[in-house]
């Protein structure tokens, strides 16, 4: 009866210790990428403003001109900012890589947008944030393109908390606002905008294409898997989207895109994804991660 017995609670302890070990089986759980971002993404400027003598001109460091006033400029309780100099913090986002980074996408809702670059100016005075005059503008002149496209228009980024959400609507952001300040022109490689609002600005147009759309579905095991990064990126023209909950908004069928996915599993290991392809009706990708490191991705990112 002993070694019955004894044989029993071995067979017991055999068994707790079999499902202790499967339990303890690596799987794919993917972490929040925000130290990522925080890492690699664009910075933003400070650039000071000491007088209107130049029309209170600056450039920034990637070729950017904003031109804005003191007396184009209040507080919050509409006082106009007395005196110079004052400050701009200034963020610039020319390449789809520095977009991603910025998680700053090309898109209005679930419209997919043809962007130039985007450029996020905001007014300070003795560290506090100040704002346009109602029925003031300032100007803005791009760094250099290959080529321009005479029908874009300005479209603001939205702080609703979508990132990239973008809209040509100031009333969007100002309520009751009757934008007739707003405008872009292009001219030999650069794009001259008059914003009528701080914040980002971007000149960009809706895709022109005529084609019929459909989502993209991603596939991919493992938990938590809405920490995967996941961007579409158009190879006609400039323009990303992000992908969410593992489907895209609606995409041109027969458009050239490619998709980069990235991520971080428990044990700290980098992976991604990057696939080109032509979009098909109801297209479905599935991810085939690939084992890299955080120069891997940025290498990856600049491809796009």
Known sequence: MKNILCLAVFFTGLILFSACKKDRVPQDDYESMDS????NQEEEQELQVDSGSNGGCVVAKKGTIICITRDALQDAGGVEVPSYPFQLKVIELYSIKDMILRRQPSTSGTTVLETSAEIKVRPFKDGNEVYLKPGRKYLMQTDTFPATNSNMISYYGLNNGVPGDWTN???SIIPGFVDTLSSVNASSGFYFLTPATTGYVSAARV???NAAYTPVTITVDGIHTENIQIFISFNSFKSVMKV????????????????IAFGKRQNNEYVIHLQSFTVANNQ?????????GPSGILTALETL
């Open 284 to 292: 479905q990708i599935p991810l085939n991660f690939q084992i890299t």
């Open 244 to 259: 969410t909950n593992l489907v895209s908004a609606p995409i041109p069928i027969g458009e050239s895109v490619t998709l």
């Open 169 to 171: 609507s100031v009333s």
């Open 207 to 209: 895709d022109t294409s």
């Open 36 to 39: 990522f971002y925080d890492e």
